[in-house]
């Protein structure tokens, strides 16, 4: 079957159904981010160290997240997609409200497992429906779109994180008792009720679409598909998997520590952080969303058929760069300069992997070919990135230690490892392409 192409009341309703996905990858990011902002507050009430809280920001989420991402993109590639991801949101908007709840390390490290779980079917479920609902030339855009909360997400968690604890730190919790006496808690609270809104708006709304390439296959097919798949391309998904990981294990590490490095290492307090912080990564995480998906699609139009991976080659070094000087800076408005640009190439680079995958990957099993590569780039990357920075700047530095050695050398090693391992991969990859674009089931 040929690629798809919806005219433009088809059009207007896949554009819709992205913006509604979206806003929940948007509130998706919120809850999974907004710990980083009370890492200080956390580490005082539940009696934790830096190590700890990075396992609560990474290895907690991350296994779960992409552990659980297997089994529901098999069930996305059977079954409703729509309805699957509506029973996600609501699994991790509770489990958000649990972490408010949480009296100890264990029960916030279980809480944060849910968190994790419920938010490990969306990004499968919705590559497999993106190139469902859009033609092919749209899909840097429509990625793009949906990407977008992830910079979103991650910007309002620290805009609403540093707002909302200007306004509670002030007012007596004692009387809504020992579970929710700090203000933390009570953020936690508040975050995870749009969740349900949001579930309810896309359940009401938007209507699974047919799936396109190819007809479904039987259930015993899929592992066998699988198989030939991975063998047949499997330098191009070890060049993509293997690239694409080490620099998001560098800007996990940033995501997880950026309050706390200008916290630290300028004396900024928390509730000036969060917005400060907040409006950078809103405005240029937003911005380098869209600059991704319009650059990709120009790029593959100009043909240049491996895009994704040259692009992402070169954000790499240069978030190496900007890395470098963030942490080399004298104060902290110099540094937020320095690390507005680094957020717009991190967020550049979020787009690449979904439409790397989707150029190459049969309909039939999009959502569990990049599930497995989500399982393994999520849990090494939100894994061990704020871990490996936790653990370096014990070893560099004498107790807490300000983050900036730790930061600046976790950065360069991964970023311009990733450079060389896409360049390298680059000719395995337009292999790949160019098989795929001879058969028209994909």
């Known amino acids: 079957m040929s690629d798809p192409q919806p005219q433009e009341p088809g059009l207007f309703r896949a554009w819709y159904a992205v913006s509604v996905l979206s806003l929940a990858a948007v509130m998706s990011y919120i809850d999974r981010s907004i710990l980083g902002m009370f890492v200080e507050p956390i580490r005082r009430d539940l009696s934790v160290s830096d190590v700890q809280i990075s396992l609560l920001q990474g290895l907690s989420f991350a296994v779960c997240y992409s552990i659980a991402g297997i089994p529901l993109a098999r069930l996305a590639d059977r079954h409703n997609r729509i309805r699957l991801i509506v029973c996600g949101i609501l699994v991790w908007s509770v489990m958000t409200a649990a972490c408010g709840m949480a009296a100890s390390f264990v029960e916030l490290f279980v809480a944060r497992m849910g968190v994790g779980i419920g938010e490990a079917v969306l990004i499968p479920a919705t590559i497999s429906l993106l190139p469902d609902i859009f033609p092919r030339r749209y899909l840097g855009r429509a990625n793009a779109v949906f990407t977008v909360g992830a910079g979103l997400g991650t910007g309002l968690a620290l805009v609403l994180g540093g707002a909302l604890l200007g306004i509670i730190a002030p007012i007596d919790l004692a009387a809504l008792g020992s579970r929710l006496a700090q203000p933390w808690r009570v953020i936690f609270l508040i975050v995870a009720l749009p969740g349900i809104v949001i579930a309810a708006l896309l359940l009401l709304t938007v209507t699974e679409p047919a799936r396109t390439g190819s007809a479904p296959v039987a259930p015993g097919m899929n592992w066998s598909a699988l198989k030939a798949f991975g063998r047949e391309h499997r330098r191009s998904l070890l060049t993509m998997t293997i690239g694409f990981l080490l620099a998001s294990m560098a800007f996990s590490g940033w995501l997880a520590w950026m309050p706390t490095f200008i916290h630290r290492a300028y004396g900024v307090p928390l509730r000036e952080v969060g917005p400060q912080l907040g409006m950078i990564v809103l405005v240029f995480g937003l911005s380098g969303n869209v600059a991704g998906g319009f650059l990709v699609d120009h790029l593959l139009a100009r043909g240049l058929v491996d895009a994704p991976l040259r692009l992402a080659a070169g954000v790499s070094v240069l978030m190496a760069v900007c890395a470098a000087l963030?942490?080399?800076?004298?104060?902290?408005?110099?540094?937020?300069?320095?690390?507005?640009?680094?957020?717009?190439?991190?967020?550049?680079?979020?787009?690449?992997?979904?439409?790397?995958?989707?150029?190459?990957?049969?309909?039939?099993?999009?959502?569990?070919?990049?599930?497995?590569?989500?399982?393994?780039?999520?849990?090494?990357?939100?894994?061990?990135?704020?871990?490996?920075?936790?653990?370096?700047?014990?070893?560099?530095?004498?107790?807490?230690?300000?983050?900036?050695?730790?930061?600046r050398w976790t950065t360069a090693c991964l970023t311009l490892a990733s450079a060389l391992v896409l360049i390298s991969g680059a000719g395995a990859y337009r292999h790949s392409l160019s098989t795929a674009m001879a058969d028209p089931a994909r």
């Open 326 to 407: 963030a942490t080399l800076m004298p104060d902290s408005g110099a540094a937020l300069r320095m690390i507005a640009p680094l957020f717009f190439l991190g967020t550049v680079l979020v787009v690449l992997p979904p439409v790397s995958f989707q150029m190459i990957t049969p309909a039939p099993i999009r959502s569990q070919v990049f599930a497995i590569y989500q399982c393994i780039v999520v849990c090494v990357s939100l894994g061990l990135g704020p871990t490996l920075v936790a653990m370096l700047n014990g070893a560099l530095a004498t107790g807490q230690g300000d983050l900036r050695l730790a930061l």
